[in-house]
């Protein structure tokens, strides 16, 4: 085994470039800066300089509760979201102004700025609605602070996103409760002027419709996964039909990950087997090209002036903005740096039970290694084998590591998210069991050193496998759902219908949902656990874990339950996630008969013999 990867490694992380915007004033994206605590800041490249237009912001929006579209640039201006005022500034050279109101109920974010029309156009929550936040497209005036919060130019849809205007016709996309956007979503358009002339260009039932963007002749390109994946297609025109998906859910009001290319042409995502790639369409010919090869996921793209922009992942270092110009070179502009890969990522595939699950294993140089399983959250999310420090530190200390795509998961189609409808908190359990099986069958990780851990929803698979299969020897909740109720009575507007689709509607189906919390089939429990909860988390109380770990203890188990003061849904803390990681680390090394690492703490295990 070669030397560990330190804890530092994990836990200090270079500056993070996302959310590219190209005009004609230079190349903008998003920095979170490490250095400050995260602040998220937006950044210009413009003759050579990178400049930070926004030092005193925090820029963030709060739409949605997960944000998004918190800038947008058109030609010299900037409008901005910033999370510390709680307002929307407009910067103009050395001036900056607000546009919207001090102290109102308002949040905004999806940000469309268009100086020749002297408007910014917003999604806007209202949050003195009731019973939940009223959400609208308004127009922010440029020549004026909007005492009013903005004109309202489209309502009465529970969910809007994706506003892009050209020529004076505004488009969207929008969806309304029950629905998640990826069940069923609209693409509207609408003349500025008058935009109750609006028309809708794709409505159907049971059809995820997203992100439209105007070519460059006036037509109107959007998603639709009619196909069974999220394929494009131009309105009343070509579609492009590909078994894949070219397009992400919609968690955040962020750009597309897709842009308008000179001559007709879209620059999207393609996901291939779980590697998302750049990949170039031209509308009218119908031919498709893949230009930056080599990528793991594509995180964002623009274009102007004949170059193309992606903020590109790969599986050997983080992620970097690059620029790809007509002549076929190109140059990386920010982001990247040095990462140490001990593993590269290895596609594995298992019988689940409602068909092929995917899952991405990284093995260290030695047999038959101890396993921990990943589960990410969302339910509705992906892995990916983007460099991820976190996994190469886990494989310099011995460990294999396998990410699963259980179902639910998207970047494989429509067929393969919609398997885990009403059926989440079992099927996701009995996949990630059937990729523990095959690494196992084989000898290439031991069956007796399985571990299983994941964060919030990948929590909750994480709780209810240990309580409902014999796979694992280990588990680690951090902050894990276990009780499902709390999900559908005490979440935000964004997902207080998330659970109508993965487990049932409520309140009528609450014997489902008593039935599969975790917290309920406690006496289940045969497996040591480590547990780790912030003390102010709102979304999973903090004596669901107490009450954990009080089952552990009770069937004297090993267990250790280490609680964060001050920490919500969530580490932010350095200290909270040095102790968290040192925690996770000695617990393993532990219950596994491992070797301690030096640089780590031991973790007092209770019932440890």
Request: proline share 7%; net charge negative; charged share 20%.
């Amino acid at each position: 085994m070669r030397d560990p990867l330190p804890l530092d490694a994990v836990l200090h992380y270079p500056d993070a470039v996302s959310q590219v915007t190209a005009t004609s004033s230079g190349v903008h994206w998003l920095a979170t800066i490490a250095a400050e605590d995260g602040r998220v800041t937006v950044r210009r490249l413009a003759d050579g300089t990178v400049t930070d237009l926004t030092p005193e912001a925090q820029v963030r929006s709060r739409v949605m509760e997960y944000g998004g579209g918190a800038y947008a640039v058109d030609g010299h201006l900037l409008a901005h979201c910033d999370d510390r005022t709680r307002r929307v500034w407009l910067v103009d050279g050395d001036r900056r102004r607000p546009l919207t109101p001090a102290d109102s109920p308002f949040v905004y974010g999806g940000l469309a700025l268009s100086a020749a029309d002297g408007v910014l156009l917003a999604v806007r929550e209202d949050h003195s609605a009731s019973p939940e936040p009223r959400t609208e497209i308004v127009a922010l005036s440029l020549s004026s602070d909007n005492p009013d919060g903005g004109r309202v130019l489209v309502t009465g849809a529970d969910f809007y996103a994706g506003l892009r205007l050209r020529a004076g016709q505004l488009a969207w996309y929008q969806w309304n409760h029950p629905d998640m956007s990826w069940d069923t979503s609209e693409v509207w358009t609408a003349p500025l002027a008058d935009p109750g002339l609006a028309r809708a260009v794709s409505a159907r039932p049971g059809v995820s419709a997203q992100r439209p963007l105007w070519l460059d002749d006036g037509r109107l390109a959007h998603t639709t996964d009619e196909s069974g994946f999220w394929n494009w297609r131009v309105e009343d025109g070509p579609a492009w039909r590909v078994p894949h998906d070219c397009d992400v859910p919609t968690w955040v009001l962020t750009p597309p990950v897709a842009a308008v290319v000179a001559g007709g042409a879209v620059a999207s995502v393609e996901f291939d087997g779980g590697v998302g790639s750049l990949a170039v369409w031209d509308s009218r010919t119908g031919a498709v090209s893949h230009p930056l090869p080599g990528t793991t996921s594509i995180e964002s793209i623009a274009a102007h002036d004949g170059v193309l922009y992606a903020v590109a992942e790969w599986p050997d270092r983080p992620a970097t903005l690059v620029g790809l110009h007509p002549d076929g070179t190109h140059r990386i502009l920010a982001g990247g740096g040095s990462g140490r890969v001990v593993a590269a990522p290895r596609a594995v595939w298992a019988d689940g039970p409602a068909g092929p699950v995917h899952a991405w294993l990284y093995l260290p140089d030695t047999p038959c290694p101890p396993l921990i399983v990943l589960t990410h959250g969302g339910p509705t999310s992906m892995t990916t084998a983007s460099y991820d420090p976190g996994i190469q530190f886990w494989v310099s200390r011995g460990f294999a590591v396998v990410d699963v795509n259980y179902s639910g998961s998207t970047g494989f189609g429509r067929a393969y998210r919609d398997r885990l409808r009403g059926a989440w908190g079992e099927l996701d359990v009995a996949d990630a069991a059937a990729v523990v099986g095959v690494l196992a069958s084989d000898g290439t990780v031991d069956a007796d050193r399985v571990a299983i851990t994941g964060g919030s929803a990948g929590g909750y698979t994480t709780l209810k496998s240990l309580v409902s299969t014999d796979v694992y020897a280990a588990g680690i909740s951090r902050y894990g759902i276990g009780y499902l109720p709390t999900l559908a009575t005490d979440t935000h507007k964004a997902e207080s219908r998330y659970l109508d689709s993965l487990i049932a509607p409520w309140p009528a189906g609450r014997e489902v949902y008593e039935a599969r919390s975790p917290i309920n089939h406690l006496d289940r429990l045969r497996t040591p656990m480590l547990i780790l909860q912030g003390t102010d988390d709102k979304v999973v109380p903090p004596d669901q874990a107490e009450r954990m770990a009080e089952a552990v203890r009770a069937a004297g188990l090993p267990v250790a339950l280490v609680m964060f003061d001050g920490e919500g849904h969530g580490f932010r803390s350095m200290s909270a996630r040095r102790a968290a990681l040192e925690s996770q680390v000695s617990f393993l090394e532990q219950v596994f008969g491992m070797a301690p690492s030096p640089d780590v703490p031991r973790l007092a295990i209770e019932n440890l013999s």
